[in-house]
């Protein structure tokens, strides 16, 4: 089957650094999408990873490894606004180009 | 013009009701797509067009209709739903391509009656 695993919740501090993390079980691979959603609103796209690494994007960055299935997303500096949830997605190429597999979401709450 | 916009905002129908939410964008993408998405959930994909023409059908149920009239609008047409069917329903966009990142709308909020 196709599984995608990511903590349902987890609590920083203003100003921290958090890992969000992603493990992935799909039939085959074309991609890593991060996406941010605040409650009510659409999901808002962060990044993508398809090649093993570190992908940087100002505050954020995100981390591929394919061997292992996993990846992670690493905020910085964080701010009360970065309180959403966070959806790790991948694409699997046995499904048809344009399909993502869904993991449950990362709910992040930023405390003051 | 970097966007996906979706029409009407929120919703209010009863069971016996015909509407249709309406999406659009202008980045020249060439796929479409229709998600649900219930509270703390993740989306579902429900439907995907591409280059007009329907290419993923996740066993909506037919009360679902999508319609895609050209390559920059994609509309749903909704007929004697369930109270189940309240959501929020996202529409998105790729550009057609090996990244194929998805671009959603701002969505609309569903509630039957």
């Known amino acids: 089957g196709q599984n995608i695993d990511q903590p349902t919740e987890m609590t920083a501090t203003e100003g921290a650094i958090v890992q969000i993390n992603c493990t992935y079980q799909?039939?085959?691979?074309?991609?890593l999408f991060w996406y941010q959603q605040h409650a009510g609103e659409a999901p808002t796209f962060l990044s993508y990873n398809v090649l093993d690494g570190l992908e940087e994007k100002g505050r954020f960055s995100s981390f591929l490894s394919r061997s292992k299935g996993y990846s992670y997303l690493l905020l910085k500096e964080l701010q009360m606004k970065d309180s959403a949830s966070y959806l790790c997605?991948?694409?699997?190429?046995?499904?048809?180009?344009?399909?993502?597999?869904f993991g449950t979401g990362t709910r992040l709450k930023v405390l003051a | 013009d970097t966007e996906v916009t979706q029409t009407p905002k929120h919703l209010v129908m009863g069971m016996t009701n015909k509407k249709s939410l309406k999406c659009e964008q202008h980045m020249g993408h060439r796929a479409m797509y229709w998600y649900k998405q219930k509270a703390k959930k993740p989306p579902e994909l429900m439907f995907v067009y591409s280059y007009e023409k329907l290419s993923i059908n996740e066993s909506v149920p037919s009360r679902f209709s999508p319609e895609c009239p050209n390559s920059s609008l994609l509309n749903l047409h909704l007929h004697a739903l369930q109270p189940e069917d309240s959501a929020l329903y996202l529409c998105a966009s790729s550009p057609g391509g090996r990244s194929e990142t998805q671009y959603f709308g701002p969505g609309t909020r569903l509630l039957v009656l």
């Open positions: 997605a991948v694409r699997p190429t046995t499904s048809g180009t344009y399909k993502y597999i």
């Open positions: 799909t039939s085959g691979f074309n991609g």
